[in-house]
């Protein structure tokens, strides 16, 4: 018994040095791939430079659907196709102008609507401006003072959080629901601190949800930059009754046809469980999105191109999706998971890419405790690759209504202290995003993706 | 006997938490101070932005010692003084030409001479070039095939190594040693593919030794950019014979003197314990030096603002040192481990910031089993600013020299991913230095320091 005991022992541990030096062997391959021989780079400039923003709607949209299902079709996959599905078209229009008039003077500012704000007459907007810092500073003004006037939310992000994602999160309520309350106490518009940490000159946009608030209430929400937002304050402190004027010409439009694309590679064991990574193709109209999302969409991409560089045949199915529609409405990844249902498919794992295509730090997991703890025990094997971070965290917004019983959803983590300042802005081009940053978050994902393929999660 | 132990554990427990506690505590008000109230970013706006270049010997290199000596001195120190230094003085002289002639076509390439380098004769070099990816190629070549010829170094940076700084340890032995080896067998002068991982059109200057071989040996070397040294590759394979022109006209004049800058203050229990902390103040010619190192300069100036803001007085003193002359001598470095011994100090510990202004990641350490283990042990402290890198490793240039018996080296280690962009070349200006990103460097090196101060090192 003892001796049997032993020489179990034994086995197990040959084994687990074997089994640890081919997952080595594989990180070691799959980097690589990527650090040597990745597409994403050139797929991003691409995406960035020839086709540009990608608004959902929009003909950049359109032509970013065809251009990657046409990349994907050259990676020889078992299937690449479309999914339909129906988004909201919204358009800004003219470029937007906005300044103050204080005494004599004049003073411009850069100011954008904000995605699915309504118009301000084609006159424009003039009004005395109350600056607030939080949405409950509105409540306690009330109607008498709101009404009439331009609410100008002014709370910074905090830039004592280190983890920028979580200043984000402390503050985007200014942006989705300051038009919304605003609009009931009966103002005329709002404007909103830029969520930027940096101080700069450049607009944010991003979505402003009027929620189900009737027609007549819903008023103009534009973002303001973290430079023009702080020369505003000072201004207004100055000369509290102020005008400022602003027009901007946006308009949202009927629904219109768009997709998701999606190219698969039939497992080898188990074809019935499903593998998605993905990002969303669509971005938001001022830059060209290259890292919100381009980045996460080449990276997916990439995922299938090692895979097929390195000759590594998934035991699962394995499945790319570029998601329509993330920025303002979530219809791509929600269509996914109607069609998933119906097609009663069974997603084992879904990682996504949308933080930036910065230098990869970790993952954010969602999972139960045994699988969460399954795959921090894979930290190791990434540590050569200077990825140290497993943590339980929100995967990705994409992923978020995939609801397979025992699905475990994990989002790439890159270094987050430059994300804000080109978030959804005119300055998130190709020239901010680094490509060895970019193919190492390829890397860090098609690991994962392997080691999850290799060795299961946990029903 | 049983209730002492009993007692005696939960006093030990309760004292580990209450001083776990008060750690936790510290750091997190050193990072708050180093998010919201830091002097390092506009202190680096100015060293960049209004002197610029610091090479050694140069103007800019005497201001950057007036203006830090004057910040410093803003900070309430105990003492802030110079030490003098004698450095060597290069200077690059007119802008550098290179071109080849391959037909009837002229190619003009972007090249910089390397920093040591003899000029060209006033009328140039022209010659055929012969294309060798190692030091090793060139003496296999011998004196026959070499002699009258342009030797192009063109071994890239190997993409396969996920920390940069090894991509460029393996790599830049054609730089150091590539004219000094190459003169030996009578070339005429050679061109050198930068280190640089990224494929762009900046040529990336740094030292190049002739070591002791005779003047009459020394040849021209120069540096030219990646993107020119795949295009000078290509053009030689299609034409051989063709003849590349150069001349620059650097100079190396008598040494100069310079300065260290050095700002202290007294430690309260242990003032004999010496804490240095400090980057160096002297930058290539070509960009304004601000990765390198105006970044570490400026975050080991911010670790004595931090402690000054939150009221801390270490046990032990705590030096800034700014040194001279690191990029072609090291004579600050030396000059400061001199004075060190002459005064009999006892250094206990040094911290150098020299590796870019870039998110933080960990620490490179220098110490035997016991202090190595002693501050890898405090990994969990700084796990929530994602500081996650202890690993034994260099610590820096200027802190090489000093060797005080028990003393422990660490070098703080940012992402490497986009170091060597800018390393050395004109794209290393203030604009490539993110904030935050800076900031959090110094939180890193302050807390570091704190804990060193707190629990002190291991004889």
């Known amino acids: 018994m003892k001796k049997t005991l032993v020489l179990s022992l034994l086995l197990i541990g040959a084994f687990t040095a074997f089994s640890q030096t081919k997952e080595e062997q594989m990180l070691k391959e799959i980097y690589k791939s990527s650090l040597t021989n990745a597409k994403c780079y050139p797929w991003l400039d691409h995406l960035s430079n020839t086709i540009g923003s990608r608004l959902s709607g929009s003909t950049g949209a359109e032509k970013a659907v065809v251009y990657t299902k046409a990349q994907l079709e050259t990676l020889g996959l078992d299937k690449v196709y479309l999914q339909e599905v129906m988004v909201p078209k919204w358009v800004r229009g003219e470029k937007e102008i906005g300044y103050l008039k204080t005494g004599n003077k004049k003073i411009d500012f850069a100011i954008c609507a904000l995605g699915g704000s309504v118009a301000t007459p084609k006159k424009g907007i003039e009004a005395a401006v109350i600056e607030v810092k939080s949405l409950e500073e509105l409540t306690v003004l009330g109607k008498e003072k709101v009404k009439g006037k331009i609410i100008f939310f002014n709370r910074p992000m905090d830039p004592e959080f280190v983890e920028t994602f979580k200043a984000y999160g402390s503050c985007v309520d200014q942006r989705s629901s300051g038009a919304r309350e605003a609009g009931k106490l009966g103002a005329l518009a709002v404007i909103v601190r830029s969520m930027n940490l940096r101080l700069d000159d450049f607009p944010h946009t991003g979505s402003t949800n009027y929620g189900d608030i009737s027609n007549d209430l819903k008023i103009p929400a534009a973002a303001i930059s973290t430079n023009g937002a702080e020369l505003l304050s000072k201004n207004l402190k100055e000369n509290p009754t102020a005008k400022f004027f602003f027009r901007q010409s946006c308009e949202t439009f009927d629904d219109v046809l768009s997709y998701n694309v999606v190219g698969e590679i039939k497992g080898t064991e188990h074809p019935e469980r499903i593998m998605v990574v993905g990002g969303h193709l669509d971005s938001w109209d001022l830059g060209d999105g290259s890292h919100d999302d381009g980045a996460g969409c080449v990276q997916s991409m990439e995922v299938l191109n090692i895979f ?152």
Chains 1, 2 share one sequence.
């Open 308 to 459: 097929k560089n390195i000759g590594y045949k998934p035991k699962n199915t394995l499945r790319v999706v570029l998601f329509m529609n993330e920025e303002n409405g979530v219809r791509g990844g929600i269509e996914y998971e109607n069609q998933s249902n119906k097609n009663n498919e069974n997603h084992i794992f879904a990682l996504e890419s949308d933080s930036g295509g910065f230098s990869p730090r970790g993952f954010s997991i969602e999972a139960d405790e045994a699988n969460f703890n399954k795959i921090s025990s894979w930290g190791k094997l990434f540590e050569p690759y200077l990825i140290h971070r497993f943590v339980r965290g929100f995967p990705g917004v994409d992923i978020g209504p995939l609801q397979s019983k025992h699905i475990v959803k994990v989002g790439l983590q890159p270094d987050s202290q430059r994300y804000f300042d080109y978030h959804h802005a005119a300055n998130d081009t190709f020239d901010a995003v680094n490509k060895r940053e970019l193919e190492l978050g390829a890397a860090a994902m098609a690991s994962l993706i392997y080691l999850v393929d290799q060795n299961g999660t946990i029903k």
